[in-house]
């Protein structure tokens, strides 16, 4: 996985914003220009590329729906090739929504409309987060701290990290299942929603796989020796035991 870059105190917090409606993209570029920060706009993902070919950025901010390529796209680039952070900002709301920009690398799923202030929030606690990272490696941070870890979701490579830093590989359907429930941490998601990220068709031979998937997972981590993080709700769905954060 990239290794996103810690912050100096006196670097320049540089961002790019690519967004195709143009009332907006100014009011941005002004507000976040006013707060402190250098920033570039673009309104598609050519200027984007050609932005990103004459200059470094800390931080994309990305509208899924440009006019000539997918912000996807964008930030599928962005992960694999920079060490950029990525905010989407998109008018696009629902949960499968969601989990396709986390997939393709964002750090940030913000929905429309959405006030300046907001934003500048966002990646106001952002950058904080650059600067707090610590210099010793994450994992020996997590086993000297115990009481402060969680659970950490590794996006590309599927990784589960456990609260004292040991890894447990996910498959496809593993990974996309504790996902969703991440981005509802406090909520009981629905079996008929579980199945349909998983695209699996709303059938009794469906339920049967979720419950096996489910509880290949619940072996795996136990056999780790860890509780299983995630609990069922019989007849409603499941939800999270413990907080998992995305990484």
Request: aromatic share 8%.
């Amino acid at each position: 996985m990239t290794q996103q870059p810690s912050l100096p105190a006196n670097s320049i917090k540089r961002i790019i914003i690519v967004e195709d409606d143009s009332d907006l993209l100014e009011n941005m570029v002004k507000y976040l220009t006013l707060a402190g920060y250098e920033v570039t706009g673009a309104a598609s993902a050519r200027e984007f590329y050609y932005h990103l070919s004459q200059q470094t950025y800390l931080l994309a901010v990305l509208d899924i729906g440009l006019p000539d390529q997918s912000g996807l796209v964008l930030a599928e680039y962005v992960r694999n090739n920079t060490s950029m952070w990525i905010i989407i900002l998109t008018a696009r709301s629902t949960l499968e929504d969601k989990l396709a920009g986390l997939k393709c690398g964002a750090d940030f799923y913000l929905v429309k409309p959405i006030d300046c202030s907001e934003l500048a929030a966002t990646i106001a606690n952002l950058f904080v987060r650059i600067n707090e990272t610590p210099a010793i490696p994450e994992q020996e941070l997590l086993r000297e701290t115990d009481t402060f870890a969680q659970w950490k979701l590794e996006r590309n490579n599927w990784i589960l990290i456990t609260p004292k830093g040991d890894s447990i590989k996910l498959t496809s359907k593993e990974f996309e299942f504790i996902t969703s429930l991440s981005l509802r941490s406090n909520t009981i998601v629905a079996r008929r929603d579980i199945l349909k990220i998983l695209d699996y068709p709303s059938t009794e031979q469906a339920s049967h796989a979720l419950e096996s998937m489910i509880h290949r997972l619940r072996k795996k981590i136990e056999e780790a020796g860890y509780e299983f993080p995630v609990k069922t709700s019989h007849g409603m769905g499941y939800c999270l035991s413990a907080d998992i954060i995305c990484i």
